[in-house]
């Protein structure tokens, strides 16, 4: 470190931030597909910048980025959407859209993006608004993020096996992985109705 840099606020942390910095610019010419967390707070950051005319303040919590904050934002909401980048990526246009255009006080935390009710609003009404609901029965083969959350608890592949998990575990309580495999489904928004209408 040069003298001149001595207690100059403006510099990174370490080198670990500034190489995660410089992988700010491959959003420019990096298909969207292959975007990591990385270039996903890039892009919030880049929309941060031209809805406020400031940069983003890093809270620069602990000295590796891949642990930081605002990593571990995205990859909530990687788990609360979708870990598609193209997702996410869209997702980020309309909240910045909805919720940056039309508040009425700067937001300082990208922690906004994972608001519940946001996001909800934004499956409900944008993600899956041109699709129509398709009929479930014991057979319908479950999404991998289900079975995914599932697996501690039970192996499960279809709504039927869910179910049946489901009315197992409210009639003698499977134990602590089956509750919080359950709780995690509810922070999912999984609509746990569905396993009682299934016959």
Same mark, same amino acid.
């Given at each position: @470190? #040069?003298?001149?840099?001595?207690?100059?606020?403006?510099?990174?942390?370490?080198?670990?931030? /500034?190489?995660? =910095?410089?992988? =700010?610019?491959?959003?420019?010419?990096? +298909?969207?597909?292959?975007?990591? $967390?990385?270039?996903?707070?890039?892009?919030?950051?880049?929309?941060?910048?031209?809805?406020?005319?400031? &940069?983003?303040?890093?809270?620069?919590?602990?000295p590796? $980025?891949?642990?930081?904050?605002?990593v571990? /934002?995205?990859?909530?909401?990687? @788990? @609360?959407?979708?870990?598609? $980048?193209?997702?996410?990526? +869209?997702?980020?246009?309309? #909240? *910045?859209r909805?919720?940056?255009?039309?508040?009425?006080? &700067?937001?300082?935390?990208?922690?906004?993006?994972?608001?519940?009710?946001?996001?909800?609003?934004?499956? @409900?009404?944008?993600?899956l608004?041109?699709?129509? !609901?398709?009929?479930?029965?014991?057979?319908?083969?479950? $999404?991998? +993020?289900?079975?995914?959350?599932?697996? !501690? %608890? %039970?192996?499960?592949?279809?709504?039927?096996?869910?179910? *049946?998990?489901? /009315? #197992?575990? &409210?009639?003698?309580?499977?134990?602590?992985? %089956?509750?919080?495999? =359950?709780?995690?489904?509810?922070?999912?928004? *999984?609509?746990?109705?569905?396993?009682?209408?299934?016959?």
């Amino acid at each position: @470190m #040069a003298k001149d840099d001595i207690g100059n606020l403006g510099t990174v942390p370490n080198e670990k931030y /500034q190489k995660f =910095f410089d992988q =700010f610019k491959e959003i420019e010419t990096l +298909e969207i597909s292959k975007w990591r $967390p990385v270039h996903c707070i890039a892009y919030f950051a880049k929309k941060y910048y031209e809805a406020y005319n400031v &940069r983003y303040s890093f809270k620069f919590n602990s000295p590796a $980025p891949s642990k930081c904050f605002e990593v571990f /934002q995205i990859k909530r909401l990687g @788990m @609360m959407l979708s870990s598609n $980048p193209t997702i996410l990526k +869209e997702y980020i246009d309309w #909240a *910045f859209r909805v919720r940056v255009v039309h508040g009425k006080r &700067r937001l300082t935390s990208i922690s906004f993006m994972t608001n519940e009710e946001l996001v909800c609003n934004y499956k @409900m009404n944008v993600l899956l608004a041109d699709q129509k !609901p398709v009929p479930i029965d014991r057979s319908s083969l479950l $999404p991998q +993020e289900v079975k995914e959350i599932m697996q !501690p %608890a %039970a192996a499960v592949s279809t709504y039927g096996d869910l179910s *049946f998990i489901w /009315q #197992a575990h &409210r009639s003698s309580d499977l134990g602590p992985a %089956a509750t919080e495999a =359950f709780n995690r489904l509810k922070e999912i928004n *999984f609509d746990i109705t569905v396993l009682e209408r299934i016959v």
